[in-house]
């Protein structure tokens, strides 16, 4: 499982570094980028990124390194699909495909091949932080934006084990609901809509998920997707509710989608993943 280093700067003491590894799971080439404080490290956050984005959006655009030096956390950003592949549609639109891997293991033909981002993200990743950067399997937290919002979301509901604690920006939180993923579920897993509803957090919080610590949204009232009803926080913020799933959902007035408004609230983020260290 080795990587390699392709860049790294000195950033507020700690590193700021990029990677690229043969990932046994996609069976791609995956690229990854990190930040290492420079204290003792105390734990790992994998943050996961929406659609569109590579391993590069967060940790150039979230301002988010002075805030984990400061807690001693480590942060690992990975590539949002598999690369370098031509299957069918994967080219065609920006919510399906390249960019687009909503964090599910596909079981379509060709894509069942590739696109395991789930596998990816709680297997192999979280063996990369334990192997390679010497991060206990018990203090890996998960968080993300958008897809990658809905992403952190089931991974930390399904595997609670591997996840210490969960946050999410914007996420796309009831997908089977949502036209994007629609989309994305049909085309990576079938019709099959009881399929669908392992990789809706909504979904899976109605049918008992649940993950010890409180889960922290965010989510911007001025958000152009919240409006078009793409996310629909306040479903799954209902059905915690109903399942005594302990939340926090922020509706954060006049904030859009953009890394502008991660930037703005990162820093309670990471504050939330450090206290759940203690």
Known sequence: MAIQELKSHKNFGGKTQFWEHESSTTKTKMKFSTFTPSKEVKGAVI????????????ITKAGAQAHLEEQGLMVLCPDT???????????DSYDFGSGAGFYVDAVTDGYKDHYLMFSYVANELHQILQTEFNVPANKISIMGHSMGGHGALILGLRHPEKFRSISAF??????????????????????DQSKWKTYDATELVKSGSKHPHQILIDQGAKDEFYEKKQLLPENFESACREKNQAVQVNLREGYDHSYYFIATFIESHI????????
Not at 47 to 58: I, P, Q, R
Not at 81 to 91: A, F, I, K, T, V
Not at 175 to 188: E, S, T
């Open 81 to 91: 699909s598999p690369r370098g592949l031509n299957l069918p549609q994967e080219h």
């Open 271 to 278: 504050k939330h993943h450090a206290a759940a260290l203690k």
């Open 170 to 191: 914007a996420p796309i939180a009831n997908p089977m609901l949502a036209p994007w993923g629609q989309k994305a579920f049909a085309g990576y897993l079938g019709s």
């Open 47 to 58: 943050w996961l990124s929406g659609l569109t984005c590579t391993d590069e959006n967060f």
